[in-house]
């Protein structure tokens, strides 16, 4: 694979909605992400969860339509949270991974690393390459703007008075409530020793 290209989003909500969002079974897909969803059969859409990663996985649209959208997403799309802060995306012969790092309570920062299958590209003319590469960097970024609204929306939302918590959604959230799991343990195991080195 070759590296395309890195961006960079700063988001004002705290990170772990970020990662909330990213693994939350593609329960927000066909409502947030209408032209991304219009390219996968999200009756296929299924979630492994294991101690450090989920999994999500979904069988791209099988027809003729040979639109560079359609060709982004593939055979498939898969989405990985590797723990804690890690996600990455492939959609066919496009890969992206984002790091996901807090810059405070309420602020964080996704760095984007974009990379295309050498094979996929080799296939290509010059200006076809260039062409599939702005469409799929420009579909990257609406998704991205699209979770931004979400995530910004649920910092805002958790901050009023109006908030109190809620269920898990079954099935669909199973992966953020691993990851809620995780992460609690973790912080209290770091708890634990900090008071034990006072």
């Known amino acids: 694979m070759t590296h395309v290209c890195r961006r960079q989003y ?13 693994a939350d079974g593609g329960y927000h897909l066909e409502y947030v992400h209408r032209d991304l969803s ?31 959208k359609r060709r982004r997403v593939g055979q498939k799309a898969v989405y990985s949270c590797i723990y804690p802060n890690l996600l990455v995306n492939r959609y066919g012969p496009w890969l992206d991974t984002n790091i996901v790092l807090p810059l405070g309570p309420d602020r964080s920062l996704m760095i984007y690393d974009f990379f295309l299958s050498d094979r996929f590209a080799d296939e290509m003319s010059e200006t076809e390459l260039a062409d599939f590469v702005e ?3 420009s ?6 703007q699209e979770d931004t609204l979400v995530c910004e929306g649920v910092q805002q939302g958790i901050q009023s008075a109006a ?14 409530h ?7 343990r973790d912080l209290r195991e770091g708890l634990h020793t900090m008071l034990i080195n006072e």
């Open 10 to 22: 700063q988001l004002e909500c705290n990170w772990k909605l970020i990662i909330d969002n990213a």
């Open 38 to 68: 219009d390219n996968l059969d999200l009756s296929t859409f299924r979630t492994d969860v294991g101690d450090l990663y989920n999994m999500q996985v979904c069988v791209g649209k099988a027809d003729n339509d040979n639109s560079a």
């Open 135 to 137: 469409q799929s960097l």
């Open 139 to 144: 579909a990257s970024d609406q998704v991205q």
């Open 163 to 176: 908030f109190d918590v809620g269920r898990y959604a079954p099935g669909p959230e199973q992966a953020v």
């Open 178 to 184: 691993a990851f809620h799991l995780r992460l609690a």
